[in-house]
């Protein structure tokens, strides 16, 4: 085969859309590959905000603080309280004790009530009240005693 031949079949190549030829003349045997990108298909470019719950976090690192996340062991749906007409279970800034209730995520119709890891102080709550949260999302910057 001969060189003419080869640019011959590389710029068939180009010209077209078959990505790979593969050829025997004379005893030779010329196989011919090219990648392409996929044009028809739209780039994914992914970029990571950080959600309001992974700024508070940040922001408490950077100030220096010892900050303890409570995430959520489920999906569900977060509640402050255990009833819409009772008080919260706890509100910024308030004394908790391990094993305190902090909120309940209702998960299938059961009510999960979620437990204070730690003795400390809540720094903030990163979940609204009816709030849906998935698993491992933070509900609670805890300053540990």
Known sequence: MELEELRDL????????????????????????????????????????PSAAERSRIEA????????????????TFYRSPSPESASFVENGAKIKKGQVLCIIEAMKLM?????????????VLVENAQPVEYGEPLFLIEPL
């Not at 690192?61 to 569900?76: A, K, M, Y």
Request: glycine letters at 6%.
């Open 61 to 76: 690192e950077e100030e220096g603080q010892r900050l303890i996340t409570i995430t959520s062991p489920i999906v569900g």
């Open 112 to 124: 999960n009530e979620i437990e204070s890891e730690v003795d400390g102080v809540v720094m903030r």
């Open 10 to 49: 590389i710029a068939l190549l180009k010209e077209t859309d078959i990505t790979e030829l593969q050829i025997e003349k004379d005893g030779t045997k010329v196989k011919i590959r090219r990648q392409t990108l996929l044009a028809s298909s739209p780039l994914e470019i992914q970029t990571t905000v």
